[in-house]
C-alpha cells in the first residue's frame, strides 16, 4: 500500500458516525522529528506502553507505525513531507509526532541534522553532513495542519506543583487554547514587496477604496472565515461542557480588525446561540438578566481583546476555562501561557480536524542537543496524554499524568527544571536525564 511506511499488525483506527473506534490493539502514527526528536520520542513510547500495559493488565498495546517527514523525509524520498507521509497518517486517524525544523532565514538551504541555513547545496558547512541539506521551504508543521484540515490546534495549560513558574498566580492556571490552524496569516498569502502579486494588490486598494500603501510594501493577506471560525468555536464549546469548564472566552482584535478579527468574534456568538442555545449563556445576558447566577449546566460565552488577555491571564487566570482564538494571536497567546506554568518543556498540544489528530512537542528541535539523552521530554509525553483521552483511554492517561506530577514534586527532573528548582533554593533535586525523567515518572504512575 506504502512505499517506506509498513503497517504493522493490529487494529486500524476508524471514525463512525462522528465518534472514534479505537480496538485493543491500535496503529498510531509515530513521526520521531528533527533534532531531539531521537531522544524524547523513544521515551515518550516507553511511558505510554508502561501506562498503557498497567491500566489495563496488558490486555491493551499501542502498535506503532513509522511514518518519515522532515530528516527522515528527505533521506528516503527526497522531500521534507512527502505525499506518502501524509496518506499514511489520513489512513491511521491518529499519530504523533516531535519537532521539526522550521527554515526562518533567506538562505536558500537548511540542514535538517544541525539547523544551519546556507546559499548552497549540500554539504553543509557547519556539520559537514550531506545527507540533510534541502532546499527552503515553509514549515512542515503548518504543511501538514493545512494538507489535513487539522483546523483546532488545542494546546492546555495547567501547572504542576514543584515546577518553577515566574507568575505568582501560577497555581491558578488550568484552561485550555483553542487556535484556529488554517486560516489568518498562516494562510500563507504572503507577498514580496516590488513583485508582481504585491504591486497588483496595492493598485487594487487604490483604485477601489482610494487608500494608499507605499509601493515598496509586502502585502500579506489575512482571511478569516465564518466556516473556519465557527467550526473551531464548535469544538471549543464541546470541549468546555464535556469537561467541566465555566467559560469559553472569545479572543480577538476586533476594535481594530472589524471584518476579520471582529468578525471571528461576532460569528462566535453566532455559533453559540444557533447550536448551543439551551446550554451557553452570553455575558452580557448572564449580568443584565440572570444577576450573575449561571443556569445549571450552562457555559459562560465572552469575549475579550487580544492585548488585554495577555495581562489577564497572569493576574487572574482562574477566570478563563477554555479560550479560543484566530491563528496568530493564538500563536502568541500559547507561548505566552506555557511560560506562566514553567515554559514550552511542559506544553502539550493537539492538532484535530474532522478525520484526523495529530499531536505533537510543541517546542524546537535543539539541534545542539540531538542524542544528549539530555533534554525533557515533557512536551511529548503531555501530549502523548491528549493522545490517549483522544482514543477514550482515560485510565492510562491519568496514569502518566499522575506519574509526572509525582517526578516533578518530588524534584526528579531534567536539567532545565533542577537548574531553575535550585535558583530558587530548592534542597534534594535529583538531576535526571531525558530517560531518565521517563523512568521517574514510570516508577511513580
Known amino acids: 500500500m506504502f512505499e517506506h511506511v509498513k503497517i504493522p499488525q493490529g487494529d486500524l483506527i476508524e471514525q463512525r458516525d462522528g465518534s472514534l473506534v479505537v480496538g485493543a490493539n491500535p496503529i498510531v502514527g509515530l513521526l520521531r522529528g528533527d533534532g531531539i526528536g531521537v531522544d524524547i520520542t523513544p521515551v515518550m513510547q516507553r511511558v505510554v506502553a508502561a501506562a498503557v500495559k498497567q491500566a489495563y493488565d496488558g490486555v491493551r498495546e499501542i502498535s506503532w507505525a513509522p511514518i518519515y517527514v522532515g530528516l527522515e523525509g528527505v533521506q528516503r524520498y527526497g522531500e521534507v513531507l512527502p505525499e506518502e507521509a501524509i496518506a499514511a497518517i489520513r489512513h491511521f486517524k491518529v499519530a504523533i509526532k516531535g519537532p521539526f525544523t522550521t527554515p526562518i532565514g533567506e538562505e536558500t538551504h537548511v540542514c535538517l541534522h544541525c539547523s544551519h541555513q546556507q546559499n548552497s547545496?549540500?554539504?553543509?558547512?557547519?556539520?559537514?553532513?550531506?545527507?540533510?541539506?534541502?532546499?527552503?521551504?515553509?514549515?512542515?508543521?503548518?504543511?501538514?495542519?493545512?494538507?489535513?484540515?487539522?483546523?483546532?490546534?488545542?494546546?492546555?495549560?495547567?501547572?504542576?506543583?514543584?515546577?518553577?513558574?515566574?507568575?505568582?498566580?501560577?497555581?491558578?492556571?488550568?484552561?485550555?487554547?483553542?487556535?484556529?490552524?488554517?486560516?489568518?496569516?498562516?494562510?500563507?498569502?504572503?507577498?514580496?514587496?516590488?513583485?508582481?502579486?504585491?504591486?497588483?494588490?496595492?493598485?487594487?486598494?487604490?483604485?477601489?477604496?482610494?487608500?494608499?500603501?507605499?509601493?515598496?510594501?509586502?502585502?500579506?493577506?489575512?482571511?478569516?472565515?465564518?466556516?473556519?471560525?465557527?467550526?473551531?468555536?464548535?469544538?471549543?464549546?464541546?470541549?468546555?461542557?464535556?469537561?467541566?469548564?465555566?467559560?469559553?472566552?472569545?479572543?480577538?482584535?476586533?476594535?481594530?480588525?472589524?471584518?476579520?478579527?471582529?468578525?471571528?468574534?461576532?460569528?462566535?456568538?453566532?455559533?453559540?446561540?444557533?447550536?448551543?442555545?439551551?446550554?451557553?449563556?452570553?455575558?452580557?445576558?448572564?449580568?443584565?438578566?440572570?444577576?450573575?447566577?449561571?443556569?445549571?449546566?450552562?457555559?459562560?460565552?465572552?469575549?475579550?481583546?487580544?492585548?488585554?488577555?495577555?495581562?489577564?491571564?497572569?493576574?487572574?487566570?482562574?477566570?478563563?476555562?477554555?479560550?479560543?482564538?484566530?491563528?496568530?494571536?493564538?500563536?502568541?497567546?500559547?507561548?505566552?501561557?506555557?511560560?506562566?506554568?514553567?515554559?514550552?518543556?511542559?506544553?502539550?498540544?493537539?492538532?484535530?480536524?474532522?478525520?484526523?489528530?495529530?499531536?505533537?512537542?510543541?517546542?524546537?528541535?535543539?539541534?545542539?542537543?540531538?542524542?544528549?539523552?539530555?533534554?525533557n521530554p515533557g512536551s511529548m509525553i503531555l501530549s502523548s496524554v491528549l493522545m490517549l483521552q483522544h482514543m477514550g483511554w482515560t485510565e492510562a492517561a491519568d496514569l502518566i499524568l499522575g506519574g509526572l506530577a509525582g517526578a516533578i514534586a518530588e524534584g526528579h527532573v531534567t536539567y532545565d527544571l533542577a537548574r531553575l528548582m535550585r535558583r530558587e533554593g530548592r534542597a534534594g533535586v535529583q538531576e535526571v536525564s531525558c530517560s531518565g525523567f521517563g523512568d521517574a515518572i514510570i516508577e511513580r504512575m
Request: proline share 5%.
Open 121 to 375: 547545496g549540500p554539504p553543509c558547512a557547519a556539520c559537514g553532513k550531506s545527507d540533510g541539506v534541502t532546499p527552503r521551504f515553509r514549515s512542515v508543521n503548518v504543511g501538514l495542519r493545512q494538507a489535513m484540515d487539522l483546523y483546532a490546534c488545542i494546546r492546555p495549560v495547567r501547572y504542576f506543583e514543584g515546577v518553577p513558574a515566574p507568575n505568582k498566580y501560577a497555581d491558578k492556571v488550568d484552561f485550555v487554547i483553542f487556535r484556529e490552524n488554517t486560516e489568518d496569516v498562516y494562510a500563507g498569502h504572503d507577498f514580496e514587496a516590488g513583485g508582481e502579486v504585491a504591486l497588483a494588490i496595492i493598485a487594487l486598494i487604490k483604485e477601489m477604496t482610494g487608500r494608499t500603501i507605499r509601493a515598496d510594501s509586502g502585502i500579506g493577506v489575512k482571511p478569516i472565515s465564518r466556516t473556519g471560525t465557527r467550526r473551531l468555536v464548535r469544538r471549543a464549546i464541546a470541549w468546555a461542557l464535556e469537561h467541566g469548564h465555566k467559560s469559553v472566552t472569545l479572543v480577538h482584535k476586533g476594535n481594530i480588525m472589524k471584518f476579520t478579527e471582529g468578525s471571528f468574534a461576532a460569528w462566535g456568538y453566532e455559533l453559540a446561540r444557533e447550536e448551543f442555545g439551551g446550554r451557553t449563556v452570553s455575558e452580557k445576558r448572564l449580568w443584565d438578566e440572570l444577576d450573575g447566577v449561571v443556569p445549571e449546566g450552562c457555559v459562560v460565552i465572552k469575549d475579550r481583546i487580544a492585548d488585554s488577555i495577555f495581562q489577564q491571564i497572569q493576574t487572574r487566570p482562574d477566570e478563563y476555562g477554555v479560550l479560543a482564538l484566530p491563528n496568530l494571536n493564538g500563536d502568541y497567546l500559547s507561548d505566552a501561557a506555557i511560560a506562566l506554568v514553567g515554559g514550552l518543556g511542559l506544553g502539550p498540544g493537539a492538532n484535530i480536524g474532522d478525520e484526523v489528530a495529530l499531536f505533537e512537542a510543541t517546542h524546537g528541535t535543539a539541534p545542539r542537543y540531538t542524542g544528549q539523552n539530555k533534554v
